[in-house]
C-alpha cells in the first residue's frame, strides 16, 4: 500500500510540476516542392542580377523576385555540378528571394549561396543555389529552413544579359504554429 501512495505521489507531483511549466512553441514543416520559370537580367549596369520566375507546386503557386545577389568568379574549371567541359564558373555568395504566394502570403530568402555553371561549348547555364529561409508575411511569419534550387538557364539575346530560366526548388519551410 505504501509503494501505491508513494507512486501516486510522485506522479502528483510531476503533473503539478508539469502544469507550471510554460509550454513550448510548436513548429510545423511545409514541404516546399517547386517546379519555376522565368528570367533574369544580367547586366546592364545592374549591380546584381534581377530574377523574376512563376512556380507551382507545394506550398502552392508563387512568383518568385530576386535581387541585391552577391557572386564571384569562380575559375574556369574543367568540371562542375557533374558535368565535364569547359566551363566559367560563378559562385553566389548571397542571393536574396522574395516568393509572393497567391494569399499574398510572402516567404523571405535573405541568404543562399551555390555555383553558376557557364559552358564555354554550348552557352547553356546550369546552376544549384542553397537557400536559408528568414521570415515571411501571412502564413510564412516567422518562417526558417532551407531549400536548393537547381536550375538551367539559356541567354536570348545577342548580349546574353537576358536570360530564360526554369528549374526547381526542394526544401522544407518551418513556421511557428
Do not use: W
Not at 22 to 48: C, D, H, W, Y
Amino acid at each position: 500500500m505504501k509503494v501505491k501512495n508513494i507512486s501516486a505521489g510522485i506522479a502528483g507531483i510531476f503533473l503539478f510540476v508539469a502544469a507550471g511549466l510554460p509550454q513550448s512553441a510548436v513548429a510545423k514543416e511545409i514541404e516546399m516542392n517547386l517546379r519555376f520559370a522565368g528570367a533574369f537580367v544580367t547586366s546592364m549596369g545592374l549591380p546584381s542580377a534581377l530574377i523574376h520566375a512563376t512556380g507551382k507546386g507545394s506550398p502552392g503557386k508563387v512568383e518568385i523576385r530576386g535581387y541585391g545577389g552577391v557572386d564571384a568568379f569562380g575559375g574556369f574549371p574543367t568540371e562542375c555540378l557533374g558535368s565535364t567541359g569547359s566551363f566559367v564558373q560563378i559562385n553566389i555568395l548571397e542571393n536574396p528571394l522574395v516568393f509572393k504566394f497567391q494569399d499574398l502570403s510572402m516567404l523571405f530568402a535573405k541568404n543562399g549561396n551555390g555555383i553558376i555553371c557557364i559552358s564555354m561549348t554550348t552557352g547553356l547555364i546550369h546552376f544549384e543555389i542553397n537557400l536559408m529561409f528568414d521570415g515571411g508575411r501571412g502564413r510564412f511569419e516567422g518562417a526558417t529552413g532551407t531549400a536548393v534550387i537547381t536550375g538551367e538557364a539559356e541567354a536570348v539575346n545577342v548580349a546574353q544579359t537576358f536570360l530564360a530560366e526554369t528549374g526547381t526548388i526542394v526544401g522544407t519551410i518551418i513556421v511557428p504554429d
